[in-house]
């Protein structure tokens, strides 16, 4: 937990830093972000409530002593998670004044190549146009945000083993600070529904025919994606506003969900598999996103996850072999 700690102080100096030098007015907008600091822990007692129910359960099962010492360490990591997130706000609304978007030709083309001539999202709205858009919505915008964000609370308050929750805290920096911030800047790309808005012409006019016949455009998905681009558009600063499509960072973090579910109980895989494949698919069914977003936001959280668990065993070897009858 301390290296976690560490890491995101050295991700808010960073950021601090790399807003001062592409931004105008960088203070203000730097002052905004601490301001919101307080308000954001309303945020997660609206949104995760049940989070709070969940502790109180362990109440009934945990030693007294045990319960108790979880509770300041979970306020903690919430306002380490809680600077996190506004930090990574900040700086990924300032990636284009850092790099003009380039890449979406690129990944566009690239998409077309990977899926036999045509765009992902035509694939997705011919099997899937019977999702009703509420209900994408609530699991792409709404289920997926507390985890997502607060995994590092979870952790604390609900795993006892240190060697899965360094793993995960690991996991959690790189699917948000490698992926959302590193990789993004280096891929700066807006995604399919802001294609034809960024580079003019019609090249994804049947992606926003599409959205508008099944009814996202008119839900809140496209809503929000309305408000990101106007804050893009006017160079303003707005709640979780920002503009990039490489790597996505939601389907980065599902993979990661989607592990911790499977180290917990191996049953779970098949759940594990369809929660990522169900994020997958929206983002490229919802516009955000072009299909190879994903994939690289998967191939990059899963073999960082072998790697980790593969270093941790061999650590662990020479100490379990200490412990071995034949040394007792």
Not at 48 to 75: D, H, K, Q
Not at 160 to 185: M, N, P
Not at 210 to 225: C, E, F, K, R, Y
């Amino acid at each position: 937990m301390r290296n976690f700690l560490r890491f995101v102080a050295i991700y808010f100096l960073a950021g601090i830093v790399f807003v001062a030098l592409v931004r105008d007015d960088p203070v203000a907008l730097i002052g905004g972000l601490v301001a919101a600091l307080p308000a954001t822990v309303l945020f997660f007692f609206q949104k995760a409530w049940w989070l709070v129910l969940a502790f109180a359960a362990l109440f009934l099962v945990l030693p007294r002593g045990e319960f108790m010492a979880r509770i300041p360490r979970a306020v903690i990591v919430l306002m380490v998670c809680n600077l996190f997130f506004l930090t990574f706000t900040l700086v990924k609304t300032s990636l284009p004044y850092a790099l003009p978007f380039w890449a979406d030709p690129a990944l566009a083309g690239i998409d077309r190549v990977l899926h036999g001539g045509v765009d992902p999202y035509v694939l997705t709205h011919a099997v899937a146009a019977w999702i009703p858009p509420a209900a994408a919505v609530t699991l792409y915008m709404g289920i997926w945000i507390v985890p997502a964000m607060y995994l590092p609370v979870i952790l604390v308050l609900f795993d006892g083993d240190r060697a899965r929750v360094g793993r995960f805290l690991l996991l959690y920096a790189v699917g948000w600070a490698v992926l959302g911030s590193g990789l993004a800047l280096a891929g700066m790309s807006a995604g399919p529904v802001y294609y034809d808005r960024l580079l003019g012409g019609d090249r994804f006019a049947g992606l926003a025919q599409a959205l508008a016949d099944s009814g996202i455009a008119a839900s809140m998905t496209g809503q929000v994606q309305d408000f990101l681009w106007g804050v893009y558009d006017s160079g303003t600063q707005g709640v979780g506003s920002g503009i990039s499509a490489f790597p996505s960072v939601h389907v980065g973090m599902a993979c990661v969900l989607s592990l911790y579910l499977y180290e917990r109980a191996r049953w779970l895989a098949p759940v594990a598999v369809a929660l990522t494949a169900a994020f997958q698919i929206l983002s490229v069914h919802l516009g955000w996103h072009y299909a190879v977003d994903g994939y690289a936001s998967i191939a990059v959280t899963l073999t960082t996850w072998a790697v980790v668990r593969r270093r941790q065993a061999a650590r662990s070897a020479p100490e379990m072999a200490e412990l071995s009858p034949e040394t007792i």
